[in-house]
């Protein structure tokens, strides 16, 4: 039907013929929807589906408003994390940290598995750290290392990490980065054994002085290193 049609629109999907996606029909089409049957139990995805046209088209703004008005119209909907996590990139973008800090936490607080767990705490760590919270920040990014690196095999240099898919190891390498940078703002190495508490965390303590002592390296420091 052209709801299903318009579906393939917001997810960035192309039309019979190779033509651009048409986000504003698309739109138009879900707004209609909505008008007529606006007790329909399924307008939770709906509601998603026209967020996600927003998106594409480059309204952010209103794309962040359809995602708020669903999560607050179907609190219990199956689409409830994915929602939060795009809610939280969009506040993200709208620089407005504390209300994407906010999202990614209601995201991680779900009792239900999500495979939007470890971005969702990686962003929550960059949420914090852009509030200049730098301790709560390394502990979200240290999460993130829990999950991704924690027992993995590997020599020093996370080019050495084994059993990575390409785009986890983006995801380390940007987490270390940024745990590097949040380090060296604080007291450098010094601030590296207070987080190191458990035996997980342990398996990759030393990756955290090692990337550490790169940063120093880039930044001239070498005495530092």
Known sequence: DSLSRTEGFAHGGTP????????????????????????????????????????????????????????????ATRYASEAQFRRGELLFTAKNYEGAEKAFSIVLASPDASP?????????????YKQGRLEDGLKSFLGVLDIKVAGKEGETGLDAIAGLTRA????IEDTFRVASISLANLQGAESIPPFMTTPTRKTYEFRVYEQLGELYIKQERPKDA
Do not use: F, H
């Not at 739109?27 to 709906?46: C, F, G, H, S, T």
């Not at 986890?168 to 995801?171: A, K």
């Open 16 to 75: 019979v013929g190779g033509a651009a996606p048409d986000y504003k029909a698309a739109i138009a089409r879900y707004q209609e929807y909505l008008k007529n049957y606006p007790a329909d139990p399924n307008n939770d995805r709906v509601l998603y589906q026209m967020a996600r046209a927003y998106e594409q088209s480059g309204d952010l703004e209103t794309a962040q408003k359809t995602l708020d008005r669903m999560v607050r119209d179907y609190p």
């Open 116 to 128: 939007y767990q470890d971005r969702s705490l990686y962003m929550l760590g960059w949420s914090q």
């Open 168 to 171: 986890d190891r983006e995801l």
